[in-house]
């Protein structure tokens, strides 16, 4: 298993930016994606960004152009620089990873971390 711990949230105004760090430890060798999500209370997880072991990335269109993923794989680590901030970006954040451990694949998650954008 991969333990996840999220960093970097806060409040912030619209216009704004934040940047997001995740660092993996435990398993860190059987990773093979990592994600950022976002969750408003009461609505489904939505991903954000992906990016997998070879560095193809994807993005929510909401949040193309204005954020940016990068993941140093030394370092074990996950980071989004979160720019031009707008209120509807306010949710909790959480870090994760895709692990392969016995020809499974599995999901393991950050506790999260909240952002709050105000108009």
């Known amino acids: 298993q991969v333990q996840l711990v999220e960093s970097g949230g806060g409040l912030v105004q619209a216009g704004g930016s934040l940047r997001l760090s995740c660092a993996a430890s435990g398993n860190t060798f059987s990773i093979n994606a990592m994600a950022w999500y976002r969750q408003v209370p009461g609505r489904q997880r939505d991903m954000v960004a992906t990016?997998?072991?070879?560095?193809?990335?994807n993005y929510a269109s909401s949040v193309q152009g204005r954020f940016t993923i990068t993941r140093d794989n030394a370092k074990n680590t996950v980071d989004l620089q979160m720019n031009s901030l707008k209120p509807e970006d306010t949710a909790v954040y959480l870090c994760n990873a895709v692990t392969l451990r016995r020809g499974h694949f599995y999901n393991d998650w950050g506790q999260g971390t909240q952002v709050t954008v105000t108009s």
């Open positions: 990016i997998a072991s070879g560095g193809s990335i």
